[in-house]
């Protein structure tokens, strides 16, 4: 069987390499991150809006790399940057830069499993946390990145992760990112920078009915392909 061009050591050493070059050489790039990571860590939307909005007509460009980034780096927190998304550029244009940027960021996820394996990915997220979204791979089959998705407890950079280590093919992930993280984007789009005091309780409630949503979709197409076994039995 050929192996894929991606697949050949000399690609995967020399990315590392370069990539790695490029951070410790090359000092505003070095300094970017740093300042990036430090924004997203103080996990709090008025810094993200102020950083975004520092960089002129190149804030929503900065707002993407930025998704990209945390993405990769799965401990930092998505929201921050839907919610100072909506805040500076309106729910409805926040919304599509935040779904846009965070499908570019699943994908890339995605990429780095399939190309580097289970040690890699193990670095930017954790053993344990990987271990968990095994099990759920393991019980919900090719459903779990949809259902994934439409839950606020379950990590979406994990999950980006995990679906790169398994047989799962990247169209068929790609529209099942997409159209899971769908109803979260628009909901915390929608929100915006008004989430304080009782909005937080209305947002949460209504990810809940997403995720319950998914969960009555899921035992439905389970029950009706146990269904099928039985009949054919």
């Given at each position: ?5 991606w ?7 020399s ?23 430090a924004?997203?860590?103080?996990v ?29 780096a799965?401990?930092?927190p998505?929201?921050?940057i ?7 550029f ?19 996820c ?18 344990s946390?990987?271990r ?11 459903w ?7 839950l ?13 280590l ?15 993280q ?16 009782s ?35």
């Amino acid at each position: 069987m050929k192996k894929n061009w991606w697949d050949n050591w000399w690609f995967k050493l020399s990315l590392i390499l370069a990539l790695v070059c490029l951070y410790y050489l090359v000092v505003p790039f070095h300094n970017a991150i740093n300042q990036a990571v430090a924004v997203l860590s103080k996990v709090n939307i008025q810094v993200a809006k102020d950083y975004i909005l520092s960089f002129g007509v190149w804030a929503p460009i900065i707002s993407f790399l930025l998704m990209v980034l945390q993405s990769v780096a799965a401990p930092l927190p998505a929201f921050i940057i839907t919610f100072a998304n909506a805040g500076l550029f309106g729910w409805v244009k926040g919304a599509i830069l935040s779904w846009s940027s965070a499908m570019a960021g699943a994908a890339l996820c995605y990429a780095i499993a399939r190309v580097y394996g289970r040690s890699v990915v193990e670095k930017f997220t954790t053993r344990s946390a990987l271990r968990e979204v095994d099990v759920f791979f393991e019980r919900y089959g090719k459903w779990a990145v949809l259902i994934a998705r439409l839950l606020p407890f379950v990590s979406f950079d994990v999950v980006s992760y995990a679906a790169g280590l398994t047989s799962m093919g990247f169209w068929e992930f790609f529209w099942a990112t997409g159209l899971g993280q769908l109803p979260a984007t628009i909901v915390y789009s929608y929100v915006g920078d008004m989430l304080v005091g009782s909005v937080r309780t209305v947002v949460f409630g209504l990810l809940l009915v997403f995720a319950l949503s998914a969960f009555a979709f899921m035992f439905k197409q389970i029950w009706q392909d146990r269904h099928k076994i039985k009949n054919q039995s």
